[in-house]
């Protein structure tokens, strides 16, 4: 299995956008070489639909298992921090880790869901801080620079 991102060419944008349509317009199946038709399971068509409208978007799209293994590097690029700071977060008992060797590997599922938190628990500081200021009536009150 590649876990490289795969993108669509400029010549299948009309298919690919068709093809999104007629998942669509009508439940997708696949029909077997005796012409048989073969129902697909609900969480497969989610999951084509999601990737034919990333496509679509423009976006490269990679599938990787959930329990992938990860290294630091990989997994701070994920987050969108640095290594050093990965690794305190693993250090601090913020994200499971295990050992091959003497390197660390965080497995895919356990960094998507961390991020999920952090992501969640921003949103509600955020929420928050406006509530406050709303509150206390400086919700549209800009301080300008001395």
Not at 25 to 46: C, F, K, M, T
Not at 99 to 117: C, E, N, P, Q, S
Request: some cysteine; overall charge neutral.
């Amino acid at each position: 299995m590649s876990t490289y991102p795969i993108s669509i060419t400029e010549s299948e944008e009309e298919q690919i956008r068709e093809l999104a349509q007629l998942m669509i317009q009508q439940r997708a199946a696949l029909v077997g070489p005796d012409n048989q038709r073969h129902e697909i399971p609900d969480s497969l068509y989610r999951l084509l639909l999601c990737v034919l409208r990333m496509m679509q978007e423009g976006m490269a799209v990679s599938i990787v298992p959930q329990m992938q293994e990860l290294t630091t590097q990989r997994a701070a690029n994920l987050l969108g921090v640095s290594r050093q700071f990965f690794v305190r977060l693993l250090d601090d008992g913020k994200i499971p880790f295990h050992r091959t060797g003497t390197h660390r590997r965080v497995y895919l599922k356990d960094v998507l869901a961390f991020r999920t938190r952090r992501d969640q628990q921003r949103k509600e500081s955020i929420e928050r801080i406006a509530r406050e200021e709303v509150e206390k009536g400086t919700y549209d009150d800009f301080p300008l620079p001395k």
